[in-house]
């Protein structure tokens, strides 16, 4: 009916008729729901961070020549392309000692900004007969065999659909592309150690200086440890230690559990910005909803005179504060998404950690709950100060700010 | 008896002191009445009728509306009750600022029926009576005192109440329109519906069919 008017009606009339207390009051829940999917976002993203690269760390121990522990973490948080190098025999020797179940050896190489890529890339060869760290996680994206001159790549590089790249001048075909993890692995090509040693010719004879003093043959980057079973990482640490010097050895977990610190760091700060601007939020909520309830003692008097119950009152102003919230619900996730999606990249790189979007299906659900969340904050304010109205007499409320 | 009231009482507090808005009246109107009250301002008028509409809870007392004790009712058994048997014109403003003319008038109407078949459309018939017809779709606002005191007296007739309570009704009405709205009220009473008015000019008795006056929140 054109002419039709309900309660369910006078609600949206009312929103609109007052529309810059509703745009006050959707502006507030706005900012709510914007910092509760967006904090809630941020903190999944970085305990999936955490978590995907304690699964692809794998090795419990990680021996780097000695004083370039901070570059090889920097190698695997955070995408830091960095090359480093020591003798061959190393991997030898730490194979014997008293702990260590299975070791591998890794060679780093780095290339500066080729027509691939815009950012510098990390070169890692694996010995592909040694190797227990890599090759499970390349099995789940490429079962063949990785062959001379083919690689793997991280999921943050770029390559056209001819699956052909070219560093210093050679081509090589990508065989897969790994998933993304949110850290350094990222940026980095895999590939068989006698490959990325071609690489290491190749950047020689182009005149990359860098390269021009070490005996490649017999060098490597990394060795990484698994310890035997019935071990702890510390004892055999301690007899690395007793048998080898000019190493710098690094504790996978020690590396994982740091960044869990600063993890926990950040979702405090994060936590206690996400309560402060909740509370904030809240409180202009009531106090807008209180003076707005307040102001509006008139129309509920003339509602109840005319035979409205005391629920269809309250329910009038739940409606409203409803479907102001939904609205500013809405609005707060839009924006929010605005921000976290598109600069998805830049917020990783900008917070120094493992930095993951969660599944699609998790941002759902978190969606959904911050939708019931404002749905709900806004109607339960207006409501108590409602009720408290409609308790009172509806003769004295219909002679208020008359 | 169509309505009843019996040893009402209201107080107001008021600082320290306690004020006898009303004191202990007695008083019954029965189908066709058309009751005036007069008396002075602050003698208890609006208090009295407020607690017949069932909008002021008595100090004490009771009030009876076709045999049923309303302040013994339910919140929701009271509310249905004055919504189909009580039409109440308030003192001062009125209307819903935010609806029209029209919807202000016909929301009595909307707040328990389900189906609207069986509303013929009164409404608009009211309006016309009152000569507000043309001002249907203008917001309260756009009105003068007179003519959104008609549409509080349309909306409060519009769901064919037993009792009709007018607050002053014709405070801000010229001598022909509130002739007008004399005349819908003198009509209603004869349908056999209990009208009381309150009002603070001598002119219009005439109109009534009994004439009370009020004195210190006693109804002589
Ligand atoms: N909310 C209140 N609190 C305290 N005292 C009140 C309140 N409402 C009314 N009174 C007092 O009760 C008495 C009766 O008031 P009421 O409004 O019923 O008078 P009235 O006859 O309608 O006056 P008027 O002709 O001016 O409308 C007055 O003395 C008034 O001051
Ligand atoms: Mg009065």
Same mark, same amino acid.
């Given at each position: 009916?054109?002419?039709?008017?309900?309660?369910?009606?006078?609600?949206?009339?009312?929103?609109?008729?007052?529309?810059?207390?509703?745009?006050?009051?959707?502006?507030?829940?706005?900012?709510?729901?914007?910092?509760?999917?967006?904090?809630?976002?941020?903190?999944?993203?970085?305990?999936?961070?955490?978590?995907?690269?304690? #699964?692809?760390?794998?090795?419990?121990?990680?021996?780097?020549?000695?004083?370039?522990?901070?570059?090889?973490?920097?190698?695997?948080?955070?995408?830091?392309?960095?090359?480093?190098?020591?003798?061959?025999?190393?991997?030898?020797?730490?194979?014997?000692?008293?702990?260590?179940?299975?070791?591998?050896?890794?060679?780093?190489?780095?290339?500066?900004?080729?027509?691939?890529?815009?950012?510098?890339?990390?070169?890692?060869?694996?010995?592909?007969? #040694?190797?227990?760290?890599?090759?499970?996680?390349?099995?789940?994206?490429?079962?063949?065999?990785?062959?001379?001159?083919?690689?793997?790549?991280?999921?943050?590089?770029?390559?056209?659909?001819?699956?052909?790249?070219?560093?210093?001048?050679?081509?090589?075909?990508?065989?897969?592309?790994?998933?993304?993890?949110?850290?350094?692995?990222?940026?980095?090509?895999?590939?068989?150690?006698?490959?990325?040693?071609?690489?290491?010719?190749?950047?020689?004879?182009?005149?990359?200086?860098?390269?021009?003093?070490?005996?490649?043959?017999?060098?490597?980057?990394?060795?990484?440890?698994?310890?035997?079973?019935?071990?702890?990482?510390?004892?055999?640490?301690?007899?690395?230690?007793?048998?080898i010097d000019g190493v710098q050895i690094i504790k996978g977990q020690t590396m994982t559990a740091e960044i869990a610190d600063n993890l926990n760091g950040f979702r405090i700060f994060?936590?206690?910005?996400?309560?402060?601007?909740?509370?904030?939020?809240?409180?202009?909520?009531?106090?807008?909803?209180?003076?707005?309830?307040?102001?509006?003692?008139?129309?509920?008097?003339?509602?109840?005179?005319?035979?409205?119950?005391?629920?269809?009152?309250?329910?009038?102003?739940?409606?409203?504060?409803?479907?102001?919230?939904?609205?500013?619900?809405?609005?707060?996730?839009?924006?929010?998404?605005?921000?976290?999606?598109?600069?998805?990249?830049?917020?990783?790189?900008?917070?120094?950690?493992?930095?993951?979007?969660?599944?699609?299906?998790?941002?759902?659900?978190?969606?959904?709950? #911050?939708?019931?969340?404002?749905?709900?904050?806004?109607?339960?304010?207006?409501?108590?100060?409602?009720?408290?109205?409609?308790?009172?007499?509806?003769?004295?409320?219909?002679?208020?700010?008359? | 008896?169509?309505?009843?009231?019996?040893?009402?009482?209201?107080?107001?507090?008021?600082?320290?002191?306690?004020?006898? $808005?009303?004191?202990?009246?007695?008083?019954?109107?029965?189908?066709?009445?058309?009751?005036?009250?007069?008396?002075?301002?602050?003698?208890?008028?609006?208090?009295?009728?407020?607690?017949?509409?069932?909008?002021?809870?008595?100090?004490?007392?009771?009030?009876?509306?076709?045999?049923?004790?309303?302040?013994?009712?339910?919140?929701? %058994?009271?509310?249905?009750?004055?919504?189909?048997?009580?039409?109440?014109?308030?003192?001062?403003? %009125?209307?819903?600022?935010?609806?029209?003319?029209? %919807?202000?008038?016909?929301?009595?109407?909307?707040?328990?029926?389900?189906?609207?078949?069986?509303?013929?459309?009164?409404?608009?018939?009211?309006?016309?009576?009152?000569?507000?017809?043309?001002?249907?779709?203008?917001?309260?606002?756009?009105?003068?005192?007179?003519?959104?005191?008609?549409?509080?007296?349309?909306?409060?007739?519009?769901?064919?109440?037993?009792?009709?309570?007018?607050?002053?009704?014709?405070?801000?009405?010229?001598?022909?329109?509130?002739?007008?709205?004399?005349? $819908?009220?003198?009509?209603?009473?004869?349908?056999?519906?209990?009208?009381?008015?309150?009002?603070?000019?001598?002119?219009?008795?005439?109109?009534?069919?009994?004439?009370?006056?009020? %004195?210190?929140?006693?109804?002589?």
């Amino acid at each position: 009916m054109k002419n039709d008017i309900s309660l369910t009606k006078l609600s949206f009339i009312n929103i609109k008729k007052h529309s810059f207390r509703s745009l006050g009051l959707i502006t507030m829940t706005a900012i709510l729901s914007l910092f509760l999917f967006g904090g809630s976002v941020l903190l999944l993203s970085l305990d999936k961070g955490l978590e995907s690269m304690s #699964t692809r760390l794998g090795a419990d121990i990680m021996v780097v020549p000695i004083g370039y522990d901070k570059e090889a973490e920097g190698v695997l948080l955070r995408g830091e392309p960095s090359y480093f190098y020591f003798d061959k025999s190393v991997e030898t020797k730490l194979a014997k000692v008293d702990g260590v179940d299975k070791v591998t050896s890794q060679f780093f190489l780095t290339s500066s900004n080729q027509d691939c890529c815009s950012v510098p890339v990390q070169f890692i060869g694996f010995d592909p007969n #040694t190797d227990f760290v890599v090759q499970p996680w390349i099995r789940e994206n490429y079962s063949g065999r990785i062959t001379e001159n083919s690689i793997i790549i991280g999921n943050d590089i770029l390559y056209d659909e001819s699956g052909i790249m070219k560093f210093f001048d050679k081509e090589y075909e990508v065989a897969a592309v790994l998933d993304e993890t949110g850290t350094g692995f990222d940026t980095d090509v895999y590939a068989d150690i006698v490959t990325v040693k071609s690489l290491f010719e190749a950047a020689k004879e182009k005149g990359f200086g860098f390269t021009d003093d070490i005996d490649f043959e017999n060098s490597i980057s990394s060795v990484l440890i698994k310890i035997s079973d019935g071990y702890d990482i510390d004892t055999v640490v301690h007899n690395i230690r007793m048998n080898i010097d000019g190493v710098q050895i690094i504790k996978g977990q020690t590396m994982t559990a740091e960044i869990a610190d600063n993890l926990n760091g950040f979702r405090i700060f994060l936590l206690v910005l996400l309560l402060l601007t909740g509370i904030f939020s809240i409180v202009v909520l009531i106090l807008t909803f209180s003076l707005s309830v307040n102001e509006r003692r008139r129309e509920f008097g003339i509602l109840r005179s005319i035979g409205s119950t005391r629920g269809m009152v309250v329910s009038v102003v739940i409606k409203e504060a409803v479907i102001i919230g939904i609205s500013g619900g809405i609005i707060g996730i839009v924006f929010s998404s605005l921000i976290l999606f598109p600069f998805n990249t830049y917020i990783g790189d900008s917070v120094k950690l493992p930095y993951l979007l969660p599944n699609s299906w998790v941002i759902i659900v978190v969606i959904i709950l #911050t939708l019931i969340l404002s749905a709900v904050i806004p109607p339960i304010i207006a409501s108590c100060f409602a009720v408290k109205i409609s308790r009172s007499e509806i003769y004295l409320t219909m002679r208020d700010n008359d | 008896m169509l309505i009843e009231v019996n040893h009402l009482t209201r107080e107001y507090r008021r600082g320290k002191n306690n004020v006898q $808005a009303v004191d202990n009246i007695h008083f019954t109107a029965d189908k066709g009445d058309f009751v005036i009250i007069k008396g002075e301002s602050g003698s208890g008028k609006s208090t009295f009728l407020s607690m017949l509409a069932g909008l002021l809870h008595p100090t004490s007392g009771s009030v009876f509306i076709i045999g049923k004790n309303i302040y013994e009712l339910s919140d929701k %058994e009271l509310s249905c009750f004055r919504n189909s048997h009580i039409g109440y014109i308030p003192q001062g403003h %009125e209307l819903l600022s935010e609806l029209t003319v029209y %919807e202000n008038v016909v929301l009595p109407q909307r707040l328990y029926r389900k189906t609207y078949s069986d509303i013929n459309d009164n409404a608009d018939k009211l309006l016309k009576k009152l000569k507000i017809g043309e001002l249907r779709n203008s917001y309260p606002c756009e009105l003068s005192g007179g003519e959104r005191k008609r549409a509080a007296i349309a909306r409060a007739i519009v769901n064919y109440p037993d009792v009709i309570l007018a607050d002053e009704p014709t405070n801000d009405l010229d001598g022909n329109n509130t002739a007008i709205v004399l005349e $819908a009220f003198s009509e209603i009473a004869k349908s056999g519906t209990v009208v009381i008015m309150i009002t603070h000019d001598d002119h219009i008795s005439s109109y009534g069919s009994r004439i009370m006056t009020m %004195e210190n929140g006693k109804l002589v």
